[in-house]
């Protein structure tokens, strides 16, 4: 049983046991510095308003985790960064979030992060605090149709030799 996000986010990265991670936000979450002292994790860490600038050269990591960043960017800003994230930089991408009151509208809603192709994983509450966790994994995101295979189209001999 989890009892809270830290011993959440900690065990998820005992799962997944990623060998390289980068951390986006105002600073980087006590589970992920305490996996990669543990496991001998590379972890590189950037602030949510120069991630991108910071990415382009960078080496490919096995996940991202944004902690404390979407609450501090317009939401233009926000999506294009997790767009971006998502479809660049790694398989995986892992967020925080916190809504509050005062956003309006400002505030993410569920529907926002499942048009990005995420999936709500876990949410928290103590008292008027909330933090809901999302997270994208590009190998489980389009799941394999039965009918999309050569045995199922009109002429199966020409599977995979012509792209228009």
């Known amino acids: 049983m ?17 060998q390289r991670v980068v951390s986006i936000g ?32 960078a080496a490919p990591s096995e996940l991202i985790l944004l902690t404390d960043a979407l609450e501090h960017l317009p ?8 767009g971006w994230l998502r479809n660049y930089c790694a398989p995986r991408v892992w967020l925080s979030y ?14 926002d ?17 909330k933090l809901v966790f999302y997270a994208f994994d590009l190998l489980t995101y389009n799941h394999v149709r039965t009918w999309n295979n050569p045995d199922n189209w009109a002429n199966p001999e020409n599977w995979g030799k012509y792209w228009w």
């Open 2 to 18: 989890v009892r809270s996000p830290n011993e959440f986010l900690l065990d998820r990265l005992q799962q997944l046991a990623p």
């Open 26 to 57: 105002a600073c980087v979450p006590p589970a992920l510095q305490s996996y990669c002292e543990q496991h001998d994790c590379q972890m590189q860490h950037f602030e949510a308003h120069d991630a991108r600038q910071q990415l382009q050269g």
């Open 75 to 82: 939401p233009l800003e926000g999506r294009a960064l997790l």
């Open 98 to 111: 916190s809504p509050t009151e005062q956003d309006g509208d400002t505030c993410w809603q569920d529907a």
């Open 113 to 129: 992060f499942y048009a990005l192709g995420l999936t709500r994983e876990q949410g928290f509450s103590q008292g008027q605090r």
